[in-house]
């Protein structure tokens, strides 16, 4: 981690294609390094969840390089290290553990961001037909001590379809479905980083089981 940071750290201070095309070698090994961790991560969870196990890191990593076409931020370079776990790859459509590796900003934690309009539905059904399902979830001690809540990305008035006094009422507001646990630098850098990261991704593995339940409708 302390290979992959120094690289990340200088990589924002540098964000440039001379100056990455001349570190291009630091750039391999910190690649090299952090696929080797996220193995790692996908060998731990495949001890809880068995939809990942056949996973390879190349499954579930991010290109660094970014797509500057329709952004104002015209910056060619990530300035993190991504990877999304889940059953099909980083490309399907089922909830995912996330790890984020990047100086000062790191996380753990996963779900379902922004998902389409039909399956964002499927997901508010779910919640509405069962939700004490829902509820011992997000109220799950593991879930509450890693994660505290759902992260707080939704509407302000309850969606159509749905009777305004309905239990849960305030959980299908929801647009995304996700939750993450910070980690500071120094937590990264320690030998105990890889178990946390696992226990995280456990704890928040029954939710990511539950947003996937309308999967087997649609």
């Known amino acids: ?27 391999e090994q910190a690649k090299t390094l952090h696929a080797e961790f996220v193995d790692k991560v996908i060998h731990g969870v495949a001890a809880f969840d068995s939809d990942i196990q056949l996973l390879r890191p ?16 015209k910056d060619p370079y990530k300035i993190n290290m991504g990877a999304v776990i889940r059953r099909g790859g980083r490309k399907s459509d089922y909830a995912a553990y996330y790890l984020h590796l990047e100086p000062g900003s790191t996380f753990a934690g996963g779900g379902r961001w922004m ?11 779910e919640i509405y037909n069962f939700p004490q399902d829902f509820e011992a979830i997000i109220s799950h001690p593991d879930f509450v001590k890693h994660f505290g809540a759902l992260e707080n990305d939704r509407l302000k008035r309850p969606p159509k379809d749905f009777p305004v006094d309905a239990p849960m009422i305030e959980h299908l507001k929801y647009k995304s479905f996700t939750a993450g646990q910070s980690f500071a630098d120094e937590q990264v850098k320690s ?14 593995q029954p939710l990511l089981r539950f947003l996937n339940r309308p999967m087997d409708i649609l």
Request: aromatic share 16%; proline share 3%.
């Open 1 to 27: 981690m302390e290979n992959i940071f120094n690289f990340l750290s200088d990589l924002k201070a540098n964000n440039n294609r001379e100056w990455f095309n001349a570190n291009k070698e630091r750039y």
């Open 191 to 204: 030998d105990t980083f890889l178990v946390e990261v696992i226990a995280a991704f456990e704890a928040i």
């Open 115 to 125: 998902p389409s309009p039909q399956m964002l539905k499927a997901i508010r059904y």
């Open 58 to 73: 190349s499954d579930c990593t991010f290109r660094i390089y970014r797509d500057v076409r329709f952004a104002k931020n």
